[in-house]
């Protein structure tokens, strides 16, 4: 046998021992028991009607023999025939492992009066067991609906002897067997099998449970001798191909760092955003009804399937047809991301499921889908998934789980009061929010408009004002900010404002141009007088120099003639 866990230890007499463990290959099972459950050894899975016991127990069979280890199922309480058709439903072909050997399907049901009259034996039915696994060569047993042969019996100590020579034949021929058990309410009946707990090796308990009538299914082991395994309480679901367990209890942060900005849709939000959304984070958009939630989700689908990346859109409130229809009016055309399969829905009603069947749904798509971006619409709609509690689990996860993948997640919440911005979520996540944008309306001079405010942007330098934005034909427009006495102006406030200002900005040009004429007016006249003084000093200057210039020549004259008349006299002499 291949493929056998050798995880979990004991120690005996100072010697580690190896307790081998056959995989049970269900979704998230064996991760909780630590490997698988224990070879050779006897497994009871017990628990109420309908919780799941039977499929369990088969789907172990079943996935075992496609990995090629031939096992037998005996019912005490179906028929073959019916067991073929179940499986069936959950696309498993017993009928096909039937005749390559790998399974056998044995028919236990037994009428009531053959027991009380003392006709049945218990060892016929264990050699029938024992000469078809030899012939097979199988080593897994599963012995469904135990209490439905325990409770034909009138005398109690030849039921328990019975039940003690089953588990003694399975463990002394080495088969790895698993039986299932109902419990009951009673207490009569509770105590009556409780000796079969302590007879096995490992214990499983399966319940199910209503929740604001949402009917959910839970699984913890009890017992597992010489092993470790997860102590808590976990999700168990029936899907249409089998059982998942959901173990989230047993994982770690593993959260990957936050990638590079890319776009929004939107090139004025991704500047308010400091440079558009991170990948791998978790963006929440929050506000009331009809604020423009979808209609930002769609700009974004529409601008990253541009880009040829896959989103998955997960709606509780509205159809795939609605949702793709309604955004065709702001101009935002989802059909072409979804003919080129580059965006897929998945539409449920949350009262149509228990939030762990919701979240196993998911986590198949994302695993099927492989999207780099997931859009939840809306988390406010997950409390009827039953319960607060119940839709904090389911939108923990998702996110963990995306965050683990490196997946965008952006989640969209319909608040209920628009004065309390800072539970953006009401579910006690916004430590999980890498990016918050809360959408509100603003009531101003008889109109309603619509307002954005980046709330929270980690790791990135945001805008922190509120912006007025439309809805249009072309998508969302965001419109600058204006600001009034009472802080920022919105519709007819804004406009008026911007009118009065633009009134005011023209009377203060007109008193300026008014100014300006009327000081070039004084500077021409004040230029005007300066010249005529100025004209008027130089005549003055040029009689004065025209004078000077006599009265040099009259002195250079007479100068001239003194000296003629000293030379006169001096020749006279």
């Known amino acids: 046998m291949d493929n056998i866990c050798d995880q979990s230890k004991i120690c005996n007499d100072s010697k580690c021992v190896s307790i081998q463990k056959i995989p049970t290959y269900i979704n998230?099972?064996?991760?909780?028991?630590?490997?698988?459950?224990?070879?050779?050894?006897?497994?009871?899975?017990?628990?109420?009607?309908?919780c799941g016991k039977s499929i369990l127990s088969m789907e172990w069979l079943y996935r075992n023999a496609l990995a090629g280890r031939p096992g037998i199922f005996v019912s005490?309480?179906?028929?073959?025939?019916?067991?073929?058709?179940?499986?069936?439903?959950?696309?498993?072909?017993?009928?096909?492992?039937?005749?390559?050997?790998?399974?056998?399907?044995?028919?236990?049901?037994?009428?009531?009066?053959?027991?009380?009259?003392?006709?049945?034996?218990?060892?016929?039915?264990?050699?029938?067991?024992?000469?078809?696994?030899?012939?097979?060569?199988?080593?897994?047993i599963v012995l469904d609906a135990l209490d439905i042969l325990l409770r034909l019996y009138e005398n109690?100590?030849?039921?328990?002897?019975?039940?003690?020579?089953?588990h003694q034949f399975l463990t002394s021929h080495s088969y790895t067997s698993m039986m299932t058990i109902k419990t009951y309410q009673s207490a009569s009946l509770a105590s009556a099998y409780s000796f079969v707990d302590f007879m096995a090796d490992c214990v499983i308990h399966l319940d199910q449970r209503v929740l604001e009538q949402i009917s959910t299914r839970r699984l913890r082991i009890t017992k597992y001798r010489g092993s470790g395994f997860g102590r808590n309480e976990y999700p168990f679901i029936i899907s249409e191909d089998g059982c998942a367990i959901l173990p989230i209890s047993t994982q770690g942060l593993h959260h990957k760092a936050l990638g590079e900005t890319f776009s929004s849709g939107n090139d004025r939000l991704d500047n308010l955003l400091g440079g558009g959304y991170r990948r791998g984070s978790t963006i929440l958009i929050s506000g009331l009804t009809g604020a423009g939630k979808t209609i930002?989700?769609?700009?974004?689908?529409?601008?990253?399937?541009?880009?040829?990346?896959?989103?998955?859109?997960?709606?509780?409130?509205?159809?795939?047809?609605?949702?793709?229809?309604?955004?065709?009016?702001?101009?935002?055309?989802?059909?072409?991301?979804?003919?080129?399969?580059?965006?897929?829905?998945?539409?449920?009603?949350?009262?149509?499921?228990?939030?762990?069947?919701?979240?196993?749904?998911?986590?198949?798509?994302?695993?099927?889908?492989?999207?780099?971006?997931?859009?939840?619409?809306?988390?406010?709609?997950?409390?009827?998934?039953?319960?607060?509690?119940?839709?904090?689990?389911?939108?923990?996860?998702?996110?963990?789980?995306?965050?683990?993948?490196?997946?965008?997640?952006?989640?969209?919440?319909?608040?209920?009061?628009?004065?309390?911005?800072?539970?953006?979520?009401?579910?006690?996540i916004s430590s999980l929010i890498d990016t918050a944008i809360v959408l509100n309306f603003q009531e101003s001079k008889g109109e309603i408009n619509r307002t954005l405010l980046v709330l929270k942007s980690r790791g990135l330098s945001h805008s922190n004002q509120y912006r007025e934005f439309l809805i249009t034909n072309h998508g969302i427009q965001l419109i600058d900010v204006y600001l009034g006495e009472g802080g920022v102006l919105t519709g007819a406030a804004r406009l008026e404002k911007i009118s009065r200002d633009e009134q005011e900005q023209r009377l203060r040009k007109f008193k300026i141009e008014n100014m300006r004429r009327n000081l070039v007016n004084k500077e021409a006249a004040l230029f005007a007088v300066r010249t005529e003084q100025q004209s008027s000093i130089d005549f003055a200057r040029s009689q004065l120099n025209t004078l000077i210039f006599e009265e040099d020549a009259i002195q250079t004259g007479r100068k001239a003639r003194g000296e003629w008349r000293k030379r006169d006299n001096i020749e006279s002499l």
């Open 28 to 50: 998230g099972f064996d991760s909780i028991l630590g490997g698988g459950i224990p070879r050779g050894r006897t497994t009871i899975v017990n628990g109420g009607p309908g």
């Open 296 to 428: 930002l989700a769609g700009t974004f689908i529409q601008s990253i399937c541009a880009k040829n990346e896959k989103v998955l859109f997960i709606g509780f409130e509205e159809s795939e047809d609605a949702i793709v229809n309604n955004l065709l009016s702001p101009g935002i055309d989802l059909r072409p991301a979804l003919d080129h399969q580059q965006l897929i829905f998945l539409t449920s009603l949350p009262e149509a499921m228990g939030a762990e069947e919701h979240l196993f749904r998911v986590i198949r798509c994302i695993k099927n889908f492989s999207p780099r971006h997931v859009i939840l619409d809306a988390v406010s709609a997950c409390k009827r998934m039953g319960g607060e509690q119940s839709a904090s689990d389911y939108v923990i996860r998702l996110i963990n789980s995306c965050k683990e993948n490196h997946i965008t997640t952006l989640l969209l919440n319909q608040s209920l009061n628009s004065n309390q911005i800072y539970q953006i979520s009401g579910m006690e």
């Open 76 to 140: 005490f309480e179906e028929h073959p025939a019916d067991i073929r058709q179940n499986a069936l439903t959950m696309g498993w072909n017993l009928a096909a492992l039937e005749e390559q050997g790998l399974l056998f399907l044995l028919d236990a049901c037994q009428k009531s009066d053959v027991i009380i009259s003392g006709q049945f034996n218990i060892n016929g039915l264990l050699s029938i067991i024992d000469g078809k696994a030899s012939q097979m060569k199988a080593e897994q």
């Open 156 to 166: 109690q100590f030849i039921e328990q002897n019975d039940v003690y020579s089953i």
